[in-house]
């Protein structure tokens, strides 16, 4: 497996696309993961641009837009990144993409899967990458997943600057919204996947007592957001965005839980209610979560230095982190990139993008567990390859 990276910050599409490609012509890619930030305002050109320098039909091409871009050289606000890899034919490539994963995400997602599985006929996918429009219950999506996948699923929501008004999902030439889009990996590859999700709680658990869709109104019989701000001291205002977020447990005081992000209410909508990036489930148990800048910190220190202890050496990452962590981390947002590349020599390439919502398992000593969906989270895909 060879792998190469690149990014751009030329704000023209189509000259940034022909950076990219330029970027990328050495290595021939047989795949590439494309991270554009929303100032692209998802125009094709920035395809157009890429695959004009490469000249090639053959090319797989799977990525989505985030709050900013994470590259080996460089990590910025504004611009793109791209990770190309090229495994000489030892591994193919498969994506499959379905429209209409807002209102209807687990069929949508359940569509890829199967197209997937049909391409796939030497043997099930060893890995799959997935990205989804962030405006959808990801709670359905991850559902579909755990059905269907036959191996783990990483990759995170697509999003914007915060704003949390648009996104955009590629796959090969086209770009789209409300669309979610899967790449299956076929053949022999060496990766392992880390997680990085420590929470700080504040307060006591609550019951939801009322809730729709992705949205709470009651915990403990009270109005969501009273009992979010009674837990934390303080109102909640758009700058906690993200930043506060929801442990949801079957049962009180349970030790692990799935993290959610805390969002305000869209205007014009009941101001005493929550807005989560995924569902709940009946008769969860809520508890207010925070994640102080040294724990961030901290807990990807601790992922880079376990980087060693792999049977095989690293060429390509994928790094999805939230973009709730980009806020808190501030002026050390480069922090996750560094401390991967400082503790990884063998590392050649790596891309990635602050996201809306994570996808990917839990390593256990038998490998994974199923995948999940999560907040909160910095989520690193380490790939090496049987060819290499």
Not at 83 to 89: A, F, I, Y
Not at 354 to 361: A, L, N, T, Y
């Given at each position: 497996m060879n792998a190469k990276s690149c990014?751009?910050?030329?704000?023209?599409?189509?000259?940034?696309?022909?950076?990219?490609?330029e970027g990328l012509a050495s290595l021939q890619p047989e795949v590439i993961?494309?991270?554009p930030t929303i100032e692209y305002q998802g125009s094709p050109e920035l395809v157009e641009g890429i695959l004009d320098v490469l000249d090639s039909d053959d090319i797989v091409l799977i990525g989505n837009t985030g709050d900013g871009f994470y590259e080996y050289n460089k990590v910025g606000d504004s611009g793109v990144s791209a990770?190309?890899?090229?495994?000489?034919?030892a591994v193919n490539w498969h994506i499959a993409c379905e429209s209409g994963v807002g209102s209807q995400p687990f069929e949508a997602t359940e569509r890829c899967f199967a197209r997937l599985h049909e391409a796939c006929k030497r043997s099930?996918?060893?890995?799959?990458?997935?990205?989804?429009?962030?405006?959808?219950?990801?709670?359905?999506?991850?559902?579909?997943v755990q059905k269907s996948a036959r191996g783990p699923v990483v990759g995170g929501s697509a999003g914007d600057d915060y704003t949390f008004s648009k996104c955009f999902v590629y796959a090969n030439r086209e770009v789209y919204t409300d669309c979610v889009a899967v790449l299956a990996v076929e053949g022999e590859i060496e990766f392992d996947i880390l997680i990085a999700n420590t929470m700080q709680p504040m307060g006591s658990s609550g019951k939801i007592t009322e809730f729709e869709g992705t949205t709470i109104r009651m915990i403990d019989n009270i109005p969501a957001m009273e009992f979010v701000e009674r837990e934390i001291g303080k109102p909640i205002v758009v700058i906690d965005q993200g930043i506060i977020s929801l442990k949801l447990t079957e049962h009180m005081n349970d030790v692990n839980g799935r993290i959610r992000s805390v969002l305000l209410p869209d205007p014009g909508q009941d101001e005493s209610g929550i807005k989560l990036f995924g569902g709940v489930t009946q008769g969860d148990y809520a508890q207010v979560c925070l994640t102080p800048r040294e724990k961030i910190i901290e807990d990807v220190k601790d992922i880079a230095q376990s980087i060693s202890n792999l049977p095989f050496n690293p060429i390509a990452a994928l790094a999805v982190s939230c973009a709730g962590r980009k806020k808190v981390l501030a002026e050390h947002l480069d922090t996750e990139v560094s401390n991967i590349v400082d503790n990884c020599k063998s590392l050649e390439a790596l891309a990635g993008f602050?996201?809306?919502?994570?996808?990917?398992?839990?390593k256990t000593d038998d490998g994974y567990t199923d995948s999940m969906f999560h907040n909160m989270t910095f989520i690193l895909l380490l790939i090496g390859g049987s060819n290499n």
């Open positions: 990014s751009s910050t030329i704000t023209d599409p189509y000259r940034a696309g022909i950076e990219i490609g993961f494309l991270f990770l190309g890899m090229n495994s000489d034919g099930d996918p060893a890995l799959y990458f997935l990205t989804t429009d962030f405006r959808t219950d990801t709670t359905e999506i991850i559902a579909a602050p996201s809306f919502g994570e996808f990917g398992p839990m």
